[in-house]
């Protein structure tokens, strides 16, 4: 797999049969690993065999959804239940969160997309990091997690629908077979002074800042 790229494989099968995570066509797309600090250190390597957040995630897409799935070892979770999973919920990167970063082509704009270990979940509309973000984005979002803590492994299917981003926009289209879109994908886990702040592709800044678009990677639409 090409560095920093992500395939996202087509999938004719229903969106019920998707937010499994057991669903064969999870089986047939690859993954990549969010395993450095935002600042690119290697966290993997700094910590051994043994680190407690490694994070893997794979794509798969249909005509009207794009989906990601998060596999992300722990050993605590840091989450708050109260809050609830109906709505977007404010604040929630103050948690236990996995975070998508997507950009479709040729578009300024960039839209962010959270869930947490309880299925709580953030959608954004971004047109300018911390100045102009759309919190009440109606994102459509659809999230299935779990928490195992007997593998020590919570996990997410987050079901992306195309429509909503593309409304933002005129004369966009949804992806074909062998379009791009600019892409990131992050994790943060643990309390501070503890807290890992993680980057499938590092943004390099001096502090935590996941909000750097020049950083992004990419995700390919690919075939069956």
């Not at 395939?7 to 690993?33: G, I, M, N, Q, R």
């Not at 709505?87 to 082509?105: I, N």
């Not at 704009?109 to 869930?115: A, G, I, P």
């Not at 992050?186 to 950083?215: I, K, N």
């Amino acid at each position: 797999m090409p560095e920093n790229t992500l395939f996202s494989y087509f999938s004719s099968s229903h969106a019920t049969e998707l937010s499994d995570d057991k669903h064969p066509s999870w089986d047939k797309a690859e993954k990549v690993v969010i395993s450095r600090y935002w600042n690119g250190r290697a966290a993997l390597k700094e910590k051994g065999p043994g680190w407690q957040n490694m994070t893997e995630v794979k794509s798969v897409w249909t005509k009207s959804d794009l989906y990601f799935h998060f596999c992300c070892w722990f050993t605590e979770l840091n989450v708050n239940p109260d809050w609830g999973t109906t709505s977007s919920v404010p604040g929630l990167w103050e948690k236990d969160v996995v975070e998508v970063f997507l950009r479709p082509e040729s578009c300024d704009d960039y839209f962010e997309l959270e869930v947490s270990p309880l299925g709580q979940w953030l959608g954004a509309h971004i047109r300018k990091p911390r100045v102009d973000v759309d919190f009440r984005w109606d994102s459509g979002l659809r999230v299935n997690a779990k928490i195992d803590k007997n593998s020590g492994v919570w996990s997410a299917v987050l079901a992306v629908p195309f429509e909503p981003m593309l409304e933002c926009f005129n004369d966009r289209r949804s992806p074909d077979i062998g379009d791009a879109w600019r892409l990131n994908l992050y994790r943060m886990a643990g309390e501070e002074p503890e807290r890992e702040y993680l980057a499938w592709c590092p943004t390099f800044t001096a502090v935590p800042d996941f909000h750097v678009p020049s950083a992004f990677g990419n995700i390919i639409f690919v075939g069956e």
